[in-house]
């Protein structure tokens, strides 16, 4: 005897079984593996977009901090503080000035030079007016780190040298006086400072943000009071800072430096190449998001143009399945998830190519290899959402493909 069957039933038995989303991830997949090598392609679009992202802001970004560090290099962070003069002369800073600008909190560093108003010649026959744009400046022991300088050939002022008649040469003063650099095994050449021999122990190199030190012989603090009658007192004091504080310790260094007559010192402003480096940042920043904007929006083209193209090619699935009771919503899941399937996959190939090509470029420049995770991290997220955005159109047009139409092209 045959049961018959309630309506109830025949509608419950005619209900599609609801797929979970283990199932739907592996029908969208099965797609990509039966068409592997257009799946390969179509991956290929993406993660060229995504690569392509990474590497317009690895490079420039790796290129940038390279150029930061040249200019921080150069000298961005640094004051120089000297007396103003007023009624015919100047007020002397006080003796210990680079101590007290020291004390500053965000001072890292503090030295100074002092002008000994002394002369300096090639030799003792020599016409003094042949070094008369060399000036003779007593410097600290900590000058070149402070300076950001560095010496070219011999050493720099030490404490075991500070109190002897020993010279060092700024690069344009060493130009001046004849000795481009000191050669090593040689007896180290003379010069005379105030009728007293002095000994050539290093020659620095260029310092395009201190000129003024370029064109000086420097001599140990304690060895211009020794022999060339200096009273101690600083003309300029160098001071280095943190750079995001450095308009701060501006306002307060006349003030540490002076207390009772502040505006007699004179403080200069922030080098250019200071704000040539922040102008830096802002426009490699610009630069950065509109390339990056147009290397996902080619991707997110391409991802589009395979799935539409995937769609007409495979009419006849579509039909067979809806012919065997899938509904709209799960062809829909099915082409939705391919593409996004298939954009993550090109994600992070895009990701790891470009990755590996910004620190290849990088490693051959001799540049800092700087990849931004958040550039990694949006790549990724970036490609998954272009296949969310890309796959609605063509799931939704082969949802609404009537399996009659689809089956016909078998």
Not at 75 to 89: C, H
Not at 154 to 178: E, K, N, S, W
Not at 190 to 197: A, L, Y
Not at 228 to 255: C, M, N, W
Request: overall charge positive; glycine content about 10%; aromatic content about 4%.
């Amino acid at each position: 005897m045959t049961a018959a069957t309630s309506p109830a039933a025949a509608r419950e038995g005619s209900r599609p079984v609801r797929l979970s989303p283990g199932d739907v991830l592996r029908l969208g997949v099965i797609g990509l593996r039966v068409r592997k090598m257009r799946a390969a392609l179509s991956a290929l679009g993406i993660s060229i977009g995504i690569a392509t992202m990474i590497m317009v802001t690895g490079i420039p970004a790796s290129s940038q901090k390279e150029l930061l560090s040249q200019l921080t290099a150069l000298g961005t962070n640094l004051l120089q503080a000297q007396p103003v003069q007023s009624g015919g002369q100047k007020t002397p800073l006080p003796k210990d000035a680079d101590r007290m600008a020291a004390r500053i909190g965000p001072v890292t560093r503090a030295s100074a030079v002092a002008n000994t108003n002394t002369t300096i010649q090639r030799t003792d026959h020599s016409d003094p007016s042949d070094s008369i744009a060399v000036s003779v400046l007593a410097a600290r022991d900590n000058l070149l780190t402070t300076v950001n300088g560095s010496v070219n050939t011999g050493r720099f002022l030490t404490p075991a040298t500070d109190r002897f008649p020993t010279v060092v040469l700024g690069h344009q003063a060493a130009a001046t006086l004849g000795f481009k650099k000191l050669l090593p095994g040689q007896p180290a050449p003379q010069v005379v400072i105030d009728h007293r021999w002095f000994t050539v122990i290093g020659v620095l190199n260029p310092m395009p943000l201190t000129s003024d030190l370029e064109q000086a012989a420097l001599v140990g603090w304690s060895a211009a009071g020794t022999y060339l009658h200096f009273d101690g007192h600083p003309t300029v004091v160098y001071v280095k800072s943190d750079e995001q504080a450095i308009d701060d310790v501006r306002s307060v260094l006349p003030a540490t430096l002076n207390p009772e007559l502040p505006g007699l010192v004179q403080v200069s402003r922030p080098s250019d190449a200071l704000a040539a480096k922040r102008a830096s940042e802002h426009s490699f920043s610009g630069l950065f998001i509109g390339l990056a904007g147009v290397a996902l929006l080619v991707g997110g083209i391409g991802v589009a143009n395979t799935m539409i193209i995937s769609v007409l090619e495979r009419r006849r699935e579509i039909g067979l399945r809806r012919a065997l009771g899938a509904n709209r919503g799960q062809i829909r899941g099915q082409f939705l998830t391919e593409a996004v399937v298939l954009s993550g996959l090109g994600g992070l190939a895009g990701a790891a190519i470009g990755s590996l090509a910004v620190a290849y470029y990088a490693t051959y420049q001799g540049w800092p290899v700087v990849i931004p995770p958040a550039s990694v991290a949006e790549g990724v997220v970036g490609a998954l959402l272009v296949g969310v955005v890309a796959g609605v159109y063509p799931s939704i047009r082969a949802a609404r493909l009537p399996p009659t139409e689809a089956l016909a092209t078998v």
